[in-house]
């Protein structure tokens, strides 16, 4: 196992823990939540740079990857929920993306391309990771409670964008592929031909 993949792991490993720390009432337990997540969010960052710096990238890396980024978001989302910090609409929004995304992912895989990840998604990522963080944060501090509101609005802006910009994409390689895919030749058959062919078929 090479260690953009146990990066990864890690990250899968926190989810958990965050979980527990963002349900866990108390001033530690929202430093230590703050702290999990901050570094989760890192691992993000160091796998990919030391998969590229180490020519490590591997078929797992690439499929295990944005599975951990959606397990933690996700998770960090659907616990501010429970504690009721974030509008549950919002989230819905938010995790329905990930899972239509993800969907077209395999699609797309299915019929032999790929879906790169976009700078609108790679924004989206950012704005999470410091939207949940204010978030969070409310917690301790109330005041910081309208800049979290406008950081979760964004999130959601973001979501509905590069979602509908995955699928655009989506639809065009697909649109291209399928243009460049040639067309069965058609063969005629003779009389005798077709009607034995015919006849194959009924006893089928």
């Known amino acids: 196992m090479n260690l953009p993949i146990s990066l990864t792991l890690l990250r899968i490993f926190f989810v ?4 527990v720390l963002l349900l ?17 969010a890192v691992t993000d960052l160091l796998d990919g740079y030391v998969a590229r710096k180490r020519r490590q990238i591997t078929s797992l890396g690439i499929v295990l990857d944005p599975i951990a980024d959606k397990l933690l978001i996700s998770a960090a989302l ?9 509008p549950a609409w919002m989230v819905v ?5 990930e899972f239509a995304v993800t969907g ?10 790929s879906l790169e990840a976009s700078d609108l998604g790679k924004t989206k990522m950012v704005f999470q ?29 973001f979501a509905l964008a590069s979602g509908a910009q995955y699928f655009w994409l989506f639809w065009k ?23 034995r062919e015919e006849k194959d078929v009924a006893t089928h």
């Open 129 to 157: 990771v410091v939207a949940i963080t204010v978030v969070v944060m409310e917690q301790l501090y109330p005041v910081v409670h309208p800049l979290g509101a406008v950081l979760m609005w964004m999130v959601v802006a």
């Open 78 to 86: 659907i616990s501010l929920v429970q504690i009721r910090l974030v």
């Open 104 to 113: 077209l992912r395999v699609i797309a895989s299915s019929q032999g391309f």
């Open 93 to 97: 929004i938010i995790v329905g993306r």
């Open 24 to 40: 866990t009432k108390g001033e530690n337990a929202v430093w230590w939540a703050v702290a999990v997540f901050l570094l989760a």
């Open 173 to 195: 390689r697909l649109d291209t592929r399928l243009k460049r895919r040639p067309a069965r030749p058609m063969v005629m058959l003779g009389s005798e031909e077709a009607a």
């Open 16 to 19: 958990p823990l965050l979980v």
